[in-house]
């Protein structure tokens, strides 16, 4: 019987895809689907089939594409099936890191800091263009930059060049809004992926199975900050709520399958802190999580 292929023979964009994989089967993880649980018009079958599309765009990032190129090349292929959004949160997370492993000697919080502040207008140009792919669920943007709106998609082209920013700068104002919850994929990205980085080691210092591990770090994400997702669909009192509850499941699978069970019912879907815990599993992947 063939060995399993070992995490040092895997290339960037293998573990990317990898990570895409593991965090849509790994259960419970309350309010999201899983291997387990769909969602109405959102099924496993479509996350499954959103990282293989993904692929390409992954690869452009190993190869050393701009990453706003390679994360809207990958929200392209991830769009190709009939759900919709899938996992456009977690490729904005996987472009820079698999770009950093590509370019840096280390995959470090300090080295993907270095590739995401090198972002350019380009590469924010290229993403408010992914938002045509697919329909995202984002907030109002800050009360100052109406015309930043992400829904706007290329059309914000003119005002992103002649205001020189980059796609770090436009992380920026999503991190610090006026008010409510701060964009939690935004906020890695301009305070070097730490969260991520936290939760990798979690990952790696768990036990067990690793679908497990990856739903335990889930669950430890959910208890530390309120879920954007949350706040946007709902408000920020909800998000807090259901940061509350998770802290009192702690990483306890079994209680976590009612929590799951409450949430589908109550239609609460924390699907940004799957984007941290599929960025989590990347990570992982690169130091050595065994499979």
Known sequence: MSRPLPGPERSPADNAQLALLLEVAGTPKPGNVDRQRDLDDLRFEHFLTGAVGAREGLERAESGARVGHAFERAVAGMGRQGGGNTQFGCLLLLAPLVRTVASEAALSPSAVDRVVRATTV??????????????????????????????????????????????????????????????????????????????????????????????????????????????????????????????????????????????????????????????????????????
């Open 122 to 291: 380009d590469d924010a140009v290229d993403f408010y263009r992914a938002f045509e792919h697919v329909d995202v669920a984002v907030g109002d943007p800050p009360s100052d930059a109406p015309v930043l709106d992400v829904r706007r998609g290329g059309d914000a082209a003119p005002t992103l060049r002649e205001r020189e920013l980059t796609l770090y700068d436009v992380m920026a104002l999503s991190a610090e809004p006026d008010e409510g919850v701060p964009d939690a994929n935004a906020t890695e990205w301009v305070g070097e992926f730490t969260r991520s980085f936290a939760a990798a080691e979690g990952i790696l210092a768990d036990d067990g199975p690793v679908l497990d591990r990856v739903a335990r770090a889930f669950l430890r994400l959910l208890a530390e900050a309120p879920d954007t997702l949350v706040a946007t669909h709902r408000d920020a009192d909800v998000a807090r709520d259901v940061m509350q509850r998770a802290a009192a499941v702690g990483d306890d699978l079994v209680a976590a399958e009612e929590l799951a069970a409450e949430f589908r019912e109550e239609g609460i879907n924390p699907g940004t802190t799957a984007d941290l815990t599929c960025a989590a599993t990347f990570i992982g992947l690169e130091r050595g999580l065994e499979l």
